[in-house]
């Protein structure tokens, strides 16, 4: 059965940091795409961040570029969102996604949420 597990949302102030993890399972990891999603509330959900299997691509959306660091330990069977010098924008549920066929997820986690407060 495969899960993808996120963890490390919370409640912080603007300029704080954050670090989210996504535990997956139940597929081959270490040779998939993953990437990170947010939704915020009355907004469509937008990509954050992703990584390919070896990390040797990485991308960002503008919104973040800069602030935050897309990773995976492979090993860990674990994608992470560093996240530094947080935004009153940057409040939404953030998700994790991944598969075999790049943009395309085939696994979804249910999200955590993080709101910025000012």
């Known amino acids: 059965q495969v899960q993808l597990v996120e963890s490390g949302g919370g409640l912080v102030q603007a300029g704080d940091s954050l670090r989210l993890s996504c535990a997956a399972s139940g597929f081959t990891f270490r040779s998939a795409f993953m990437a990170w999603l947010r939704q915020a509330p009355g907004k469509e959900r937008e990509f954050v961040a992703s990584?390919?299997?070896?990390?040797?691509?990485?991308d960002y959306a503008d919104a973040v570029k800069g602030r935050f660091t897309i990773s995976r330990d492979n090993a860990k069977n674990t994608l992470y969102l560093q996240m530094n010098s947080l935004k009153l924008e940057d409040t939404a549920l953030y998700y994790c996604?991944?598969?075999?066929?790049?943009?395309?997820?085939?696994?979804w986690g249910k999200g955590t949420q993080v709101t910025v407060s000012s």
């Open positions: 990584i390919t299997w070896s990390s040797a691509y990485i």
């Open positions: 996604a991944g598969g075999f066929r790049g943009r395309l997820y085939d696994y």
